[in-house]
């Protein structure tokens, strides 16, 4: 065998294994789930809860969380990012009740006490189960679908196949395909990605008011991926710059807190720092629920 188709061979053999690793590996890179026991028991301080699970056809468990307050205006449906479990995301939700909405959010499969094989396919599945049990209880002209970084196309499918009064995207990204191609952009993505999630095609389909929010300095989910976004749908669109945000530190930014109250009340407000999320670290090990 000539050297030269020996080198090839082994090249060709390393990126097929490559390929392969990808095409595998990639729930653990692209969910990093917390599991929680099924006896823990949520907390959150100044905020009255109700927990809730919802059974699926295939059998699997949707846990997740309703942040109620006295005679909202509506319910904000909160899709989370790729991380942790509605034990840590929930501190987020202050920053809606405190606007005069009630909040749901959900763990997706694999997360928190939420069950069940985890495909795109369910996922679109179960978004979709809970926005139709929360329109047994809410007109959809008072749900307002929030979508967080993983959440963002999620929650523009949502909006895409239903009537929200808005959709509001936070560090959304064009799709999940391209953001791994940032990583492996010599790999075929577009034949080994199981959650490729293309929010730009679902985007194109909304007719409600979309809101996006962007900061300038996110290093996962470039800013101009929002700018491409905002300008599927101009008419109806309006992009949200905060000036020096990341990907996970928006709330430290009092521009964020203006405009996600100005948005919500379709109208500017005065805010109290104190009363938000504010400087609240995505991450923190500060106590936010009982262990």
Request: with cysteine; glycine share 6%; charged share 25%.
């Amino acid at each position: 065998m000539p050297g030269w188709l020996y080198i090839l061979l082994v090249v060709i053999g390393i990126y097929a294994l490559i390929s392969i690793l990808v095409f595998y590996l990639q729930d653990y890179f692209l969910f990093r789930a917390e599991k929680l026991p099924s006896d823990f028991e949520f907390y959150y301080e100044n905020q009255t809860t109700k927990e809730y699970n919802i059974e699926t056809r295939d059998g699997a468990i949707l846990n997740g969380l309703h942040f109620q307050i006295e005679n909202p205006k509506g319910v904000v449906l909160y899709l989370k990012g790729n991380s942790k479990s509605i034990k840590g995301w929930g501190k987020f939700a202050v920053d809606f009740t405190r606007n005069g909405y009630d909040v749901v959010m959900m763990d997706y499969r694999g997360f928190g006490k939420s069950s069940g094989r985890r495909t795109q396919k369910a996922l679109k599945r179960d978004v979709q189960l809970v926005y139709n049990k929360l329109k047994e209880h809410v007109d959809e002209k008072h749900i307002i679908v929030y979508g967080r970084s993983l959440g963002s196309g999620l929650a523009t499918k949502l909006a895409s196949i239903n009537h929200p009064r808005m959709l509001i995207l936070d560090a959304p990204y064009y799709s999940l395909t391209k953001v791994a191609g940032q990583y492996a952009p010599f790999m075929p993505l577009s034949w080994l990605m199981k959650y490729p999630l293309p929010t730009y095609k679902w985007l194109k389909y909304v007719r409600c008011p979309i809101h996006i929010i962007h900061g300038t300095d996110d290093k996962l989910i470039p800013y101009k991926t929002s700018v491409r976004l905002s300008k599927i749908q101009p008419k109806i669109t309006t992009l949200h710059t905060v000036l020096g945000g990341g990907h996970k530190n928006l709330n430290n930014f009092e521009s964020y807190h203006k405009m996600l109250s100005n948005i919500l009340n379709e109208r500017s407000e005065p805010i109290i720092l104190e009363s938000t999320s504010y400087k609240v670290k995505h991450n923190s090990k500060r106590k936010n629920a009982k262990d």
